[in-house]
């Protein structure tokens, strides 16, 4: 999830959001930032991203979008919610509910088949990213590919030949990846003579 963030003075707190993060520091930076690249949400101080949120607005930007602001008033309220989809007072607890709410958005407007939970590993299928513990883990391709064959068949044994064949890969290199995979906590059961499959542990 691409989420693009306007607020100097939460931007320590921000980071702890378990996505893929882009941070601007000023109006000029934001215009050329989305001009080259698409984002899911975008999380903007009231006081300093309210006129360029409105303008990115009119220019036609429907990114979902939550503003932060230190006011609670009704008024203030009013005028965020004519740019922005949500608005947050900002608090000491207002990260960990700004994760519960873009969690609400995701479940609510994309596919949640994309979205994979294994124990405190998230995966999300087509932006191809994985987060454990609230951390971005780099992956490679190989890997991705690999974890999708377990997840599509968490039932069943995959046999070595199936899986060297499939990824066209050694067998050294598959020890390798399925070594690796163990150590980011994902339990793969080796049965002899059988192949690998995937413990499904909630």
């Known amino acids: 999830m691409k989420i693009l963030i306007y607020d100097n003075e ?25 001009f080259k690249q698409k984002f899911d949400f975008y999380i903007f101080d009231f006081e300093s991203g309210y006129s360029v ?5 009119e220019s036609g930007d429907e990114t979902i979008t939550i503003i932060l602001s230190h006011l609670e008033t009704f008024d203030a309220q009013k005028k965020a919610y004519t740019v922005a989809d949500d608005f947050f007072k900002k608090s000491s607890t207002y ?15 994309f596919h949640l088949d994309d979205i994979i939970r294994y124990k405190d590993i998230y995966i999300h299928r087509k932006l191809r990213l994985m987060y454990k513990d609230n951390k971005k883990i780099e992956l490679t391709n190989l890997d991705y590919d690999l974890l999708i064959l377990f997840f599509k068949n968490k039932d069943s044994y995959l046999s070595k030949e199936m899986l060297i064949d499939i990824l066209n890969i050694t067998e050294g ?23 690998y499959r995937l413990e499904e542990k909630i």
């Open 10 to 34: 939460w931007s320590e707190f921000l980071k702890n959001l378990p996505y893929d993060l882009t941070f601007a520091s000023d109006e000029d930076e934001v215009y050329e930032i989305t």
């Open 53 to 57: 949120l409105k303008n990115l607005r």
């Open 95 to 109: 990260v960990e509910e700004i994760k519960i709410k873009i969690d609400y958005y995701i479940r609510k407007y």
């Open 173 to 195: 290199t598959l020890k390798v990846k399925i070594s690796n995979l163990r150590k980011l906590g994902f339990d793969i059961e080796n049965k002899k003579e059988i192949g």
